[in-house]
């Protein structure tokens, strides 16, 4: 697991390079499903890299299940500390790292890094390396 997991940093690190110059401001602007329209589609892979960095920060267990489903009436991430900031934002998923508000993204460049992560979740969990809302994120 470790080994995936480094993995997984490496294409992180890899995306943002890439996207650094339409850098997140972290305005978390996105992170309000409901008025997006749109929400990131984790993998396995990223849910348990998610997961651990709640770990790292004191949460587990029960507590970060009830983070995944909480999501209020606005329909915003459940990752959301209560100061509106991102509890997990070094390990982010991809659709996090890849939405930016403003300006044209490098398409290709993100389509080929979104086929590294398709096959990296399909060596962590083969059965089912498919990702799903981050809402319903169970892993």
Not at 77 to 100: H, I, K, M
Not at 126 to 134: E, G, V
């Amino acid at each position: 697991m470790s080994a995936l997991l480094d993995e997984l940093r490496a294409l992180y690190a890899d995306v943002d390079a890439l996207m650094a110059p339409y850098s997140c401001d972290r305005s978390t602007d996105c992170c309000r499903f409901a008025v997006t329209g749109r929400e990131p589609y984790p993998t396995p892979i990223e849910r348990e890299a998610m997961v651990r960095a709640l770990a790292a920060r004191g949460v587990s267990g029960k507590r970060a299940r009830a983070l995944r489903t909480a999501t209020g009436p606005e329909r915003s991430c459940p990752w959301l500390d209560d100061s509106g900031g991102c509890r997990v934002y070094e390990a982010r998923p991809f659709g996090c790292r890849t939405y930016f508000c403003r300006g044209k993204v490098p398409r290709r460049e993100v389509q080929t890094l979104a086929r590294r992560l398709t096959e990296l979740a399909a060596k962590h969990a083969p059965r089912d390396p498919f990702p799903c809302p981050l809402t319903q994120a169970h892993s």
